[in-house]
């Protein structure tokens, strides 16, 4: 986190220690990305929007692959030029 939003954060707070304030901005970080709709998400938690992207992207990385991976179990051909 950047340490001017630290500094922000902890000057509305006014925690105790340091150990308070680390406690309580993790605590908001994972309420703003966890449970926060955004509105410019499409009143998604971000932490959501995260997750489905991952999953597309891990799709997308096997369709990447897919020609490694036999279509079927029967042996592939030689593909080229026969001498004549």
Known sequence: ?????????????????GREAKAGIANWIAFYNGRRLHQALGYRAPMAVWRERMQAAKAVDMMDNA?????CPQQQQQTGFLAA
């Open 1 to 17: 986190m950047c340490p001017s939003a630290v500094a922000f954060f902890i000057s509305l707070k006014g925690y105790a220690d």
């Open 67 to 71: 020609d490694a991976l036999a279509t």
